[in-house]
């Protein structure tokens, strides 16, 4: 039973490049979550989605910031032009129903250094 | 929106002790309270949950206690063991705030041998 895949797990970039982080949920989980972890700190909530569904992307900067889960495939978490500030571990996680007590399980984890 | 408040930051404890880790949250519609623990450069892994409709859960060594009036939660780790080290997170979810967690600052728990 594979759990939350994430790819890829170490991201280098330089500042105005593009940055793509794909997550794939476990087997039968239909909701996708990704947090921001910045250095020495929490996680902070960004976006939640369902398939082909955003249901709450209040967490995300407006701008340069971008998510889908389509039909097929894993769900992305997109930055453009990224800046230093970027720099920190991206999570997502899964979860199997959207009950606000259902239980999210976390992906490895994309660890993204902006030059 | 959910604001959840953990303390201490950092604990050291020999190895035997009991440890405490205690959170509080603002939101009273909150229902749902993981811990979870992360070891460096890992996945935050879940070790144990509550929901709103018990004051206490117990899993061999972890407990969690919840009381509602007062809005906090607390984690407790018995007879702790080196490999219990690591950096714990209290969250918080309700239905009101959709579905997303909102986390505690962590702390970091030292056990030494």
């Known amino acids: 039973n594979a759990g939350v895949m994430q790819n890829p797990r170490h991201l280098v970039r330089r500042r105005g490049q593009e940055a793509r982080l794909r997550c794939s949920p476990m087997?039968?989980?239909?909701?996708v979550y990704w947090y921001r972890q910045l250095p020495e700190e929490g996680l902070k909530f960004m976006v939640y989605l369902q398939k082909e569904n955003i249901i709450d992307e209040s967490g995300m900067p407006k701008e340069r910031f971008s998510a889908e889960f389509p039909k097929e495939g894993p769900s992305i978490l997109r930055i453009q032009q990224v800046v230093r500030g970027d720099s920190a571990a991206y999570f997502c996680a899964s979860s199997h129903s959207s009950g606000s007590t259902d239980t999210q399980y976390f992906g490895p984890g994309t660890r993204l250094t902006v030059l | 929106g959910e604001n959840v408040e953990q303390h201490p930051s950092t604990l050291s404890v020999q190895e035997g002790d009991s440890a405490v880790i205690k959170c509080t949250y603002s939101d009273s519609a909150s229902n749902y309270f993981p811990w979870y623990k992360q070891e460096l450069g890992k996945r935050p892994q879940l070790i144990i949950d509550?929901?709103?409709?018990?004051g206490e859960k117990k899993d061999q060594r972890i407990a969690v206690t919840l009381n509602k009036t007062a809005k906090h939660f607390s984690l407790h780790i018995t007879e702790t063991q080196p490999e219990d080290s690591a950096v714990y997170f209290c969250?918080?979810?309700?239905?009101?705030?959709?579905?997303?967690?909102?986390f505690g600052g962590g702390t970091r728990l030292m056990v030494k041998p």
């Open positions: 509550i929901r709103s409709n018990v």
């Open positions: 087997k039968g989980h239909s909701h």
């Open positions: 969250a918080a979810s309700s239905n009101n705030a959709g579905n997303m967690l909102t």
